[in-house]
Structure formats: structure tokens, C-alpha cells
């Protein structure tokens, strides 16, 4: 056989290779057009269309292997133009040099993603629209560059092998390309390492000064850290062997052999096969390990393909290890909860895993939230020792009895408090009373008021779901039937978005004795994104969701109103819907008098006594 004829074997091996990259890939790639808030991110514009050409490569070793297996050699030439009646000729090296082109532009991302946040968030989707199109233009030219450059030349053998039909500059350049993609990629990954280990490294001396929470022990944080630096160290390396190395090598004998085809051809074909191979697997190969690191990708397919079991394994915050460890040795003699408990849930940031139980959800709740009727649900964030203020909010504007919305229960007020697994007993009796009251055992304090946040999207998601959730403060008075009355005027559910009153151009606090502060690690710019103020805010169904999508792909900031609604919502294409008139009105700089009528005005908040919420409502509540 010819030398340079490819065998049956080698098409074989061609077409279970083709047939492993489209189905992997087109997985993956189907997944991520489902996935809403994935495509608005720069990175996975970047890794969809490295599946997207990647299928295409899988499609066109199937053809290639289809027409070296037919193929029987004979005994003459062939015009040029012969070859290029069959797709793979040309698409083949053209994929092969595109997604060598994507690859360092996606690990860049990925660097980027790590050292400088801030930079990484957002992209439109009119910027990924005009990048996807960049992508394939360049593609489309460089296809019709191969064509151009290939069809000129003496007559081939049938079997059209590409280092007889390119001359030796589109060689060289195909070469070239991919081995130095694919080293630029192995250069970025390890420098990912050394960021990542750097930042890991950070928040451990930050923890042991108390100036960072971890929900998870430093250790646990170590080693899955370690994980993910071995799954990119070993990818680097086998990139480096697999693919550099080879290509490299082609790359030389074309460049100091030219004038000796029968050396290139006898010593580089067998090489090539090879590197053809890897340079076909090998992006399918960074693919599988984004979607492996990624919990998006990850879980969504697990949710398809595995069938998930709970585990009985009881994994506690950082804050309270020391005290749980204790409390494995000793009896406790707190009075338990008859309400149900929900075990083992999680909320995923970048940085930190928040895990947690619900130590009470009381089943009158989850009655309500299955009723259907439900279209409001308010969480009422308050801290445990509050006993006087939610007895006041029980009184005023989330009367049972006197509020029409809570009594047809189309709305819902609970109040969410930390530190469940320790209740006293004038808590305990309580929420045994009322069975208005959801606790976690998470540590209740201002410095974890974000995780109260995440905690709240999550109950609306997970537990009670409703066309609109309202987070609300404690020190807080909200007009719910108010709100309803607006719904489809004023509130609409049907988009992602936050009613709310909006703050722009706030600058982030570099003082590590603010409560406010944030490090320029968590970020870097010298404006906040438009952002809701915290004390209350309507979110859509859509907002939650959107939301706690995109909360795993940024480190924890502990700014809660500026992270969540701002932050977050602008990189999940959330809207922020600024209503001045009727929210956030605070109590310290109005005098209402007997004669005011409060118009479309829905909260008011910083009221400190149960007489200024009492009074506040009384003028809330009026109709005029």
C-alpha cells in the first residue's frame, strides 16, 4: 500500500473517535443552549462554540473514516479539484486550526475569571451574538484560504492525503497554529494554578483572622481546591505531551525539510496520524473537564443521567466545627422541633460551599406553599432574639386577620432565623405558637446576612415557589395588598427582575474596618453596578432562579444588597426596576402627619421600636 494511504484500521479508529466527539460534545452543547443563564457569559460563548466546532470535527472524522474504508487504491492520478468533492479535505485543518485559535482565548477567560472578576462578569447578548459571528467568519476564511491554496498544483493519488494536496506554506501554518494554541493554552492553565493556589492560600490567612467566613473547614476547602488543580495540571500535561509535542515536531521536519519531500512524507506521516488523533480528541478533552468543574454543567447533567440519593452526613459551617464536634460527645437538653427537618441542602458561591439544615420548616407552610393559590411569598429576615418585633409585624402588616391578601392566602409572610440548631426556650415555644417561623443552624450575623439572602432564594426555589418573592427586613413595614393591587400594572412576572429602589454610582469601601468593606481581590472596579437597596425587594420567579444560577460563578462579597442584586443580577441579566415612590422610604427623615396619604408608597423602613412600626403602619395602611 501506498505510504501515504491510510489503512482500514486508521479508519476505524477514526470513526469511533468521530462517533465519541459528536455525541460527547452535542451533549454538552445542547445542555448549554438549554441553559438560560450560561449563555450569557464570556466563557461559555467561548466553550460553546468550542463544542460547536468540535461536533463538527467529530462529524468529519466519521465522514473521513467512511471514505478511507471505501476507499481501494488504483494505479493513477487525479486532478486537485478530485479531493476537494469530499468536505473533510478542507473542514478538517480548518476546524483543527479554529479550535486551536479558541482554546488559549478560553483558558485567557479562565485566568481572567480568577485574578480579575470584575472584568469577566458580563457580556450582552449583542456582544456574544458579535463574537460568536467573529468566530465564524475567521472559520469561514480560513476554509477558503485551504481551498484557494490547495487546488493549485501537478495531479494527486486518489487517496488524497493532505501532505501531498496543501503546498508547503499552508502546512507549515497549520502546524504552527495548533501546536502553538495548544502551548499558549498550557502556559495559561499553569498560570491558573499558581493564581488559584495563591488565592486559596489568602483566604486561609484571612479565615484565621476572622476576616473571612468559610462555610466549610480550610482544610475541606484545601483539598477540593487541590482537585481542581490536578484535574487542569494533568490536562496541561497530557495537552503538552499529547498535542505540542507532536505538532511541534511536524511543525519543524516541514520547516527544515522542505526540499526533501520523501523524508517529510516517510518520517512525518506516521506522526501525523497521531497527532491527528490527539488534535481531534484533545479539545473534547477540555471540554469534558469544564463540564466536570463547572456544578451547572455538572449537576444538570447528573440530574439527567444519575439518579441522585441524599446523604446522611452532617457537614457544619467553619464558625461552629469546634462547638459540633463537642456537642457529637454530649446530650443536648434543648426541647426538638415537631416540625419537619430538611437535612443536607447547599448553596454553591465560587470561593466557599454554604452547607446547612433546616433545623424547622413547619409543614402549615409547606401546606400553604402547595395550596396553589399562593402568588406572594415574604421573608422576613430576623434575628433570633426579636421576639417583640415579630410579634408587632404579626399585629400590624402581616395581620392574618386583617390583611386580605394573607387571609385569602394568596400571600405569605415567614421569617427566617439563624442559629436554629441552639433555640431557647422562649423561641422554641414561639415557633410552636405561631408556625410562621423557618431556622437554620447557620450563625446569625451581619456578616452573614448574604447567606441569609442566598438562603431566601433558596426556599423560594426550592420549597415554595411563587410568581414573586419579597425579601424583606425585620425593621420593615410593608403594604402587601398594596402590592397586589399593582400586579400586571406596576409588577409583572413574567421577566427576570427586581422591583426595587435602585442606588447608582456607589463606590466600594478599601477600609477594612467598614462593615462595608470589600477587597479589590473580590473587586476591582471603582463603580458598584446599579444595585437595590436592601431592606426590601420584589424579586420575579425568574429573578430567583437567574440568580442562584449564577451565584457559583462569583467569590463571596459579604455586601449583601450590592452582591446579590447588583453584581449577580448584572451578569444573570436580571433587571433592576427602580421605584422610588414606593419603596424604602426611611422612617428617620419623614414626618408623617394625621392628614398624609402615603399614595403608592409600599415599605417603609429603619424603624427601631415596635411603637414606630405600629405607628408607621397605621399611616401605611391608610386609603386615600
Known sequence: ???????????????????????????IFVFIQIHRTLRKE??????????????ILGALLMYQAYYQFSFEPIAQVLPRSYCFRHPH?????ATAVIISLILPFMALDRLIAVIRPIYYYTLDRHCACKLAAVIVVL???IAVFLNISGRHGPPVTPHCHPLEIYNHNT??????TVSLGHLASVIIYLLVIVALRKQICAMTVKSEHRDLILSTSPHTLDRRNRSVERTFGIFAAATFLLMVLPTGMLTVFEFFMDDRKDIVRIHALSLYRVALKFCAMNPTLNVVVYALKHKQIYNGLRQVFIKKHSSGKLIVTHSQHASAKRAMFKKSNEVKSVATSIDNDSVSFKDVTLKFNFCRFPDEISKVCAGGNLTLLVVVQSAPSSFKIRDVIRSTWADNNNVASLKSESAKVVFLIGNG???????QKEMDTHQDIISVDTEDSYKNLIFKTALTLHISQTRCQTSFLLKV???VVFNIDRFMDGIDSAFHSDSAAIYCKTWQGARPSRDVNNAWYVSERQFRGFLFPEYCAGPSYVLTSSAVTALLNSLPNFDLITVEDVFVTGIVAQSADVKRIGMESRFNSDYSSQNYTASDCPGELLSVHNLKTEKQIRDTWSFLSRKC
Open 473 to 475: 427586613d425585620e425593621d
Open 421 to 427: 440548631d441552639t433555640p431557647t426556650k422562649e423561641l
Open 89 to 93: 479535505i478542507i473542514f478538517i485543518p
Open 1 to 27: 500500500m501506498d505510504e501515504g494511504v491510510l489503512s482500514q484500521r486508521d479508519a476505524i479508529y477514526d470513526g469511533i473517535l468521530g462517533i465519541l466527539m459528536l455525541s460527547t460534545n452535542l451533549t
Open 171 to 176: 502546512i507549515l501554518f497549520q502546524f504552527a
Open 139 to 141: 472559520y469561514v476564511g
Open 42 to 55: 464570556k466563557e461559555y460563548i467561548l466553550l460553546g462554540m468550542l463544542v460547536f466546532f468540535n461536533s
